[in-house]
């Protein structure tokens, strides 16, 4: 079940918190715990494509930074990470630019939806951080101005961070949420009235509709994200992707601002720095050990996977890892 992620694992294994654990256990009980929690949540039908997604599926995996990975449930089922591709997008941003983009996006919690038009003429187009809509647009815009093209860009770093070339944009999620793009197109558009868009909108919310279509599973979400619980650098090779002073902050705004107007209860409940998003989607870490990626598509009000919100809090609990 494992697959390509299990080749990793070497026998140069390091001692760690990890290794007591007993993280298959802990993972199949949860799948098994989640199940009636799987109808009550509701997909995110405004995007249509995503719309005809049963949301009767639970994903979990593991990464350890040792190089032993875990999975429960629909963990190899590829699907739409949606708005967890922006804190890739951040990353990558941050990596070419640094502190300079800080001068167009905020690092605050927003207290809104994460498409929300309201805040941004209170503070003359400048969204509150990365992680909500407007916010993602003013970084795509700027990798906009780093590459030809953003898009396949943050697709070709995503495949690196995963070390899995095969992922891909799904082409069919892309095309949907473009022609229901209208609100993206007017946080665009007003954004760009204040001068904080550079490039022509129309290209800005293609290449960004294209971004959050990059389908990955639990495994590999969980492996691209752990170069982040390991304080910058890809576990398995060393290569820095940020340096530690970066990584923590990246950490730190995951945990404020990470899954929506709800992060002060998911890092209540959890505890963990983390990214959601609407394809049912949640990446977590605990820094300095691992990455664990859910994926249930049924949703709660806040727009977070109702059964992977649930599953992180039973695996923080039961394995009383958390940042706290």
Known sequence: MIGYAQQFATSTQKASPNMAIDYQQILDTICEEVQDLLPKGRVASYIPQLSQVSPLQFGIAVYCLDGRTYAAGDATTRFSVQSITKLFALALAFSREGDAIWKRVGREPSGNPFNSLIQLEYEKGIPRNPFINAGALVIHDI????????????????????????????????????????????????????????????????????????????IELARAASFLSNHGSIPWDGTRIVDVSSSKRLNALMLTCGT?????????????????????????????????????????????????????????????????
């Open 143 to 218: 990798l906009a101005q780093r590459f030809v093209q953003a898009d396949i860009a943050l697709l070709q770093f995503m495949r690196m961070l995963a070390s899995e070339p095969g992922l891909d944009f799904d082409r069919a999620v892309a095309a949907s949420e473009h022609q229901t793009a209208h609100r993206n197109y007017a946080i665009a558009h007003f954004m760009k009235s204040f001068g904080n868009l550079h490039n022509q909108v129309e290209d800005i919310v293609y290449g960004y509709c294209r971004q959050c279509s990059i389908a990955m599973n639990c």
């Open 260 to 324: 929506y107007d709800a992060a002060g209860d998911f890092a209540y409940r959890v505890g963990l720095p983390a990214k959601s998003g609407v394809g049912g989607g949640i990446v977590a870490l605990m820094p300095g050990e691992l990455a664990i990626a859910v994926w249930s598509p049924g949703l709660d009000p806040a727009g977070n996977s109702l059964a992977g919100v649930m599953a992180l809090e039973k695996f923080t609990t039961m394995t009383t890892r958390s940042i706290f």
